[in-house]
């Protein structure tokens, strides 16, 4: 912009010397060739809208301020103008921004995330729009960013929020085999959507809300994930059906097998995404960790095998090789962040952060989009896609199901996992302006100050288990998984 700002001026001191006579101190437009008034029009409609582009270097951040500014306040996200919404939608987006808060700090967005337990959890724990007896998994996963947000910002309140949550998961109902119901409504079903929903927060809030029985919650969420890879694992596509049915007698489900028909992208995106938040909380020592990391790796491989090669990206749906098939926007978010934190954490080798950086570019290209606002977007999300109940038979999860679907702009499910994607690709150097040019660099170690009072951004005392940036002993540390 600079550039044309000069161009322009001396256009117009040009201008002005060939017309000495006129008394208006600005060129009129018509004077100027047919390219300069392009770039003159171009010019007043930046300047009038506002578009600040230049002033974002991180993708996180701006995709951060632009949700920001297109829902003021957090409770209100999901496409919730006129409620409060307690959802894992919610919480998936929030999760995204406490790392964007965390890894940059930004006392606007702080106060944002605040905003959320402030609004939807009262004096005595109670949540806004939750019900216990729905034993609906997806309720459970706001509880893994307030699980966080209270290790940054203790609350007495969200303490008895989070025990209400985690009390949920011990009594959810399960199949013979161990593994969690979807919901209650969905009796006797395993969703891919489900391990993310449940396990994570059960895996990390062990320690702090069952203090000594943690190795108990690891043993059940590791059984839990290999028992679902089992029964949701297609050899014949290398792939992972949408859900399974113990009864085998759901409309959905095939009568020999009880799994659904297909691999909906985002399911597989929520599993492998889960992998990823349980290998974060399990201990390094603990020695059934190596199982998640094995299945993490067999899943990355299939992932990989389904990566469109044109554009990057991933489809709707994997198994399915149909022209009304469409590049999805939420999936390729997921993959690409599970690509390049595997590759950070050791999980993958340096094929997959191959992979995961032209999977990002091409969520670039493929489906980010910059507004008139100076906000940006992220198109081409499917709005939901499940199976069932019973009163709604066109969820039958056939291909044709699936592109019945509504597809949108910000959905939450794609505004987190592209946060995460965004921060992964800052570490390796990658900004806004470079995306094109530079050439990826390791990503810098995390350290652990050992001994010392740590205080956070505020300069507040903040425990050891602390993630994010933190100062001790005057110096800044950067605390991650």
Not at 69 to 76: A, E, I, L, V
Request: hydrophobic share 35%.
């Amino acid at each position: 912009m600079f550039v044309l700002l000069c161009q322009l001026k001396a256009k117009l001191i040009m201008n002005n010397s060939k017309y000495p006579n006129l008394t208006s101190p600005i060129t009129p437009l018509w004077t100027f060739n047919n390219n300069m008034k392009r770039n003159y029009l171009l010019l007043l409609l930046l300047v009038a809208i506002g578009v600040r582009a230049a002033d974002y270097i991180h993708y996180s951040e701006w995709i951060t301020a632009s949700e920001m500014k297109r829902t003021p306040h957090s409770y209100n996200l999901n496409f919730s103008a006129w409620a409060p919404n307690w959802s894992y939608q919610t919480g998936v987006e929030l999760d995204g921004m406490l790392d964007v808060y965390t890894t940059y700090g930004d006392e606007k967005l702080g106060n944002y995330l605040k905003e959320y337990p402030a609004k939807m959890i009262d004096a005595k724990g109670s949540i806004t729009g939750y019900k216990y007896d729905d034993f609906n998994l997806d309720n459970v996963r706001p509880g893994h960013f307030l699980m966080r947000y209270y290790q940054l910002f203790p609350a007495k309140k969200d303490s008895l929020a989070l025990d209400l949550l985690m009390s949920q998961l011990e009594n959810q109902p399960r199949t013979d085999e161990g593994v969690w119901w979807h919901k209650a409504i969905y009796a006797r079903q395993v969703w891919l959507d489900g391990i993310f929903m449940g396990l994570p927060f059960y895996t990390m809030a062990a320690p702090t809300l069952a203090p000594g029985y943690e190795t108990e919650y690891y043993d059940d969420a590791v059984d839990q994930i290999t028992k679902t890879d089992q029964r949701t694992y297609d050899a014949a596509t290398r792939l992972w059906k949408h859900a399974w049915d113990e009864t085998h007698e759901m409309f959905w489900a095939n009568p020999t097998t009880g799994l659904s028909q297909h691999t909906w992208a985002r399911a597989l995106g929520w599993f492998t995404m889960a992998m990823v938040e349980i290998l974060d909380a399990l201990p390094e020592t603990y020695e059934p960790r190596q199982q998640v990391i094995d299945l993490f790796q067999r899943a990355m491989t299939s992932v990989v095998e389904y990566q469109d090669a044109a554009s990057g990206v991933w489809f709707d749906v994997l198994d399915v090789d149909d022209p009304r098939n469409y590049l999805e926007a939420t999936a390729s978010s997921m993959f690409a962040y599970c690509l390049l934190k595997g590759h950070r954490m050791g999980y993958l080798d340096d094929n997959f952060l191959e992979a995961g950086i032209k999977a990002y570019k091409g969520i670039i290209k493929e489906f980010v989009k910059q507004n008139a606002n100076g906000t940006i977007s992220l198109t081409k999300c499917c709005e939901v896609s499940g199976l069932g109940p019973e009163n709604k038979p066109h969820r039958d999860g056939s291909f044709e199901y699936y592109m019945s679907e509504n597809v949108r702009d910000n959905d939450p499910k794609g505004i987190g996992p592209f946060i995460w994607a965004s921060l992964e690709m800052e570490r390796l150097g990658f900004t806004v302006q470079n995306l094109d040019t530079h050439t990826a660099v390791s990503a810098p170690k995390s350290c652990r100050p050992t001994n010392g009072i740590r205080y956070d951004l505020q300069g507040r005392k903040i425990s050891n288990s602390s993630r994010g940036i933190i100062i001790q002993d005057g110096r800044k540390y950067l605390i991650s998984h």
